[in-house]
């Protein structure tokens, strides 16, 4: 998959929702554990705090009953005393006084006689009681007191049975918060004579439950049976209400009302209870015998305030984690929408470059055969692209019956490559419109890549420019592989190497000579055709390319042969350069002689009778039939007599190649060194006597033929010569 | 190529019959000094059967004409076809000869 593809924006965005849907599942999943664990926690907080509660409830429990069992036991044990003493009223205060004395958790004491029990005192209930470490005496039977009226009276005389009072504020007997246990005294026939009783101070109390402290902010509370508050952080509460009338001083009766039933009614538990907006448990036990309830409330925030305060740390946390992650993903998105803007946009860049490349390489002949008027060439050329685009090149036209042709590889690949090359390819039309030879094409071309050659990109080139009329190939290698020539053999193209274009400005390029003969043919190449691999790394190889080349056929069969020899051997591996070929077949359909001699005069007369064919195959007149021998016999003598030492042996060949309007000439030997057309031309109108006796040969063919060039090349003095027909 | 020279009393005739190519040239160059013995009178260059001349023969006529005027003679090219006449043009040769039709 592409990269483009990969990260398409809608696919992106799809991606950035996907996302922060993770973070969404990430945020529930972790809440969810959260809220678990504090349920758990909560709940074992919970426990943990109804433990302690229950503890403290118990302790306190257990200290208040060890007063109450005190006071009672002492009215208790001191019953059957006071059954002894009915019989001497006087000696009952010893008893109360005892009680008193014994019992320091006992306030006081008293012995009332049941009203009338004893004929001599209507009432009698001689008191003992403690008042500031001294005991006091006096007497409850007094008008105002009316003690048989009192409650610890009258209960436990109708209960007949030992009764703990209701807390009460004994205005007479000390002012203190007090309660009273009472127990019937019977006689020796069974009725009942007087009640005893021990009066239990409750100071100690409000001390002792106030001061239980489960938690900062908790407090405790106590109730006697009739609901009446014992005791209280409210002091004004204290034996003044009832917990409903307390509620309702609160602005909450509600509220309380389960609690107290419930507290009333004896029972121990735990029970939420909210009032002025704060949620409250309230852990409750009753106190057996007494009838009173103890509770302690614990505001919740108490109990849970630290995992609440964990909870929120937790949470916050968890805030700050998801809200950075969420940053995190927006970020990377960003970060992807970006860069595939950007990917996007050097993608479009490449494009628009290979869009510009490509434009310069649809005007390369693609066409083949591209002169399919011309019988005297058969050619074929192909780029095989590999996946990215390459620098390779090829073009080639006809101007002047000259073939122009070239094949090139920019080195590196991709987009700058492909633009050198379109560059390359560009100059390579302009220059060689103008300039014949092969040489200043590659020089010029040269020039122009290496100016502000920055990035140093270079280009292997081989350009030919081939005479169409003779076969007179003319080329200039700038460190290209050598093409392969195919005559009567196959064999490499001799080949300079010079250096690659755009290395060195100003640099001279040698140019280079060879004579194609009809059938003969070039086959140019780029490295990715020698280079290709298969997949064990083998290289395909010049002998290879080589082997191929050996079934002549036409041009195009040539490369498709080549191609499917490459892609056999290549197999499955991926190309991995461009792989260019072109194919030149040259034939000469111009009718063509040729005619050899030794360096020796007597072997003239076989020019004579060639001339004679020619002529006539030309349909020449005899004017010009003369002509033409006139001149060729003065070329051809001159190199017979001149060109060798004497007494050499030596050769020379005479060719002929008859065009529609003209015939061309060429005469080559591999004697001396001789330029016949540097040679000052003959003075025509000089007298008898100043006339030169030599000189009138080299006149003769320059004055006879239309056009006489000269060049030495491959140690070969060649001399081309046209007539017109 | 045959060349006869039928020599006169003062002067001689030189008939050309064929071709004067290179090679014929250089057989008469042998014969040369025969006809130059007759360069002080009046020579006359037989061409009416000579159908070709490379630049070996016109260096022979040349030749023939230069040792005409060391010794005081005279040479006339006759009966010369239109191809030779072109290359006697070329050469500049028909302002050194005189030429007979």
């Known amino acids: 998959m592409k990269l483009k593809e990969a990260f398409s924006s809608s696919v992106i965005r799809q991606m950035s929702s996907a996302g922060l849907l993770m973070v969404f599942i990430m945020a529930l999943t972790l809440e969810t554990v959260s809220l678990i664990q504090y349920t758990f926690s909560r709940k074992g907080i919970r426990e943990e705090a109804y433990l302690r509660a229950e503890s403290q409830l118990e302790a306190t429990r257990n200290r208040i009953m060890d007063v109450v069992n005190q006071t009672e036991s002492a009215v208790r044990n001191s019953v059957w005393i006071a059954q002894w003493c009915l019989d001497v009223p006087d000696s009952l205060f010893r008893v109360a006084q005892r009680i008193v004395e014994d019992n320091p958790v006992v306030m006081g004491s008293t012995v009332a006689m049941v009203p009338g029990y004893l004929k001599s005192r209507p009432l009698y209930a001689p008191y003992v009681f403690r008042n500031e470490g001294s005991l006091e005496f006096s007497s409850l039977a007094t008008e105002s007191y009316d003690y048989p009226s009192k409650e610890w009276f009258s209960e436990a005389l109708d209960k007949d049975s030992g009764y703990w009072s209701e807390p009460y504020v004994d205005i007479g007997g000390g002012n203190v918060l007090m309660t009273t246990f009472s127990m019937p005294i019977k006689d020796s026939s069974g009725n009942v004579a007087a009640i005893l009783t021990a009066d239990m101070s409750l100071d100690w109390l409000s001390e002792m439950v106030g001061n239980i402290k489960v938690y900062p902010n908790a407090f405790s509370m106590m109730l006697s049976r009739t609901g009446r508050i014992m005791v209280c952080p409210v002091d004004s509460f204290v034996m003044s209400k009832t917990v409903r009338e307390a509620a309702e001083d609160l602005g909450d009766t509600a509220a309380f009302s389960g609690l107290n039933n419930a507290m009333l009614a004896g029972e121990s538990g735990s029970m939420p209870v909210r009032y002025n907006g704060i949620t409250n448990l309230v852990y409750f036990a009753p106190l057996e015998r007494t009838g009173w309830s103890m509770s302690i409330v614990i505001p919740e925030d108490e109990i849970f305030g630290s995992i609440k305060r964990i909870g929120l740390i937790v949470t916050i946390l968890q805030i700050i984690g998801l809200g950075l992650l969420i940053l995190m993903i927006r970020f990377i998105f960003q970060y992807l929408l970006q860069f595939h803007a950007m990917t996007e946009k050097k993608e479009r860049m490449e494009n628009e470059l290979s869009i510009a490349s490509g434009i310069q390489m649809a005007m390369i002949p693609k066409i083949f055969p591209p002169f399919p008027e011309r019988t005297d060439l058969d050619m074929s050329a192909a780029i095989v692209p590999a996946k990215e685009v390459g620098g390779d090149l090829y073009d080639f036209f006809i101007r002047d019956e000259k073939l122009f042709f070239c094949v090139g590889d920019v080195s590196g690949k991709g987009v700058p490559a492909s633009l050198v090359m379109a560059v390359t390819r560009s100059i390579f039309r302009t220059v060689s419109a103008r300039e014949n030879s092969p040489g200043s094409i590659v020089s010029q071309i040269n020039d122009a890549i290496s100016n502000g050659n920055e990035s140093n990109m270079f280009v292997t080139f081989f350009c030919g420019v081939l005479n169409l009329r003779n076969g007179e190939m003319l080329y200039c290698n700038a460190g290209h592989n050598a093409p392969f020539m195919l005559t009567d053999h196959i064999e490499k193209l001799p080949v300079k190497p010079n250096l690659p274009l755009g290395v060195i400005k100003g640099m001279s390029f040698e140019e280079q000579q060879f004579r194609m003969k009809d059938d003969d043919a070039i086959f140019l190449y780029t490295d990715g055709l020698t280079e290709a691999e298969n997949i064990s790394h083998e290289l395909f190889g010049e002998e290879r390319v080589e082997r191929a080349l050996h079934s002549r056929t036409d041009a195009f069969g040539h490369l498709h042969e080549m191609q499917e020899k490459v892609a056999e051997f290549v197999g499955e591996a991926p190309q991995s350069d461009d792989l260019t070929m072109l194919f030149i077949h040259f034939l000469d359909n111009g009718i063509r002689h040729h005619v050899e001699f030794r360096n020796n005069i007597e072997e003239l007369p076989a020019l004579a009778s060639f001339v004679e064919k020619i002529a006539g195959e030309a349909s020449l007149d005899s004017a010009k039939e003369m002509n033409l021998n006139l001149a060729l016999e003065e070329a051809v003598t001159n190199v017979m007599m001149y060109a060798y030492p004497k007494g050499t042996q030596g050769r020379l060949k005479l060719e002929a190649l008859i065009e529609s309007d003209f015939i061309r000439f060429v005469l080559s030997d591999s004697g001396a060194p001789f330029d016949p057309t540097a040679v000052p031309e003959a003075d025509t109108t000089l007298g008898v006597e100043e006339r030169k006796i030599g000189g009138l040969g080299i006149f003769l063919v320059r004055k006879i033929m239309d056009s006489v060039e000269y060049r030495r090349s491959g140690g070969m003095n060649i001399l081309t010569m046209t007539i017109k027909r | ?101």
């Open chain 2, 1 to 101: 190529m045959e060349m006869n020279l039928i020599k006169a009393a003062d002067g001689a005739t030189v008939v050309f019959d064929g071709r004067l190519d290179t090679v014929a040239a250089q057989e008469i160059a042998k014969d040369l000094d025969s006809i130059l013995e007759c360069a002080s009178g009046p020579i006359v260059l037989d061409c009416r059967k000579l159908t070709y001349v490379s630049s070996s023969g016109l260096r022979i006529f040349l030749t023939i004409r230069k040792a005409a005027a060391e010794k005081g003679g005279s040479v006339s090219v006759r009966g010369i076809s239109n191809d030779i006449r072109n290359v006697f043009m070329m050469t500049g040769f028909l302002n050194l000869f005189n030429i007979e039709d």
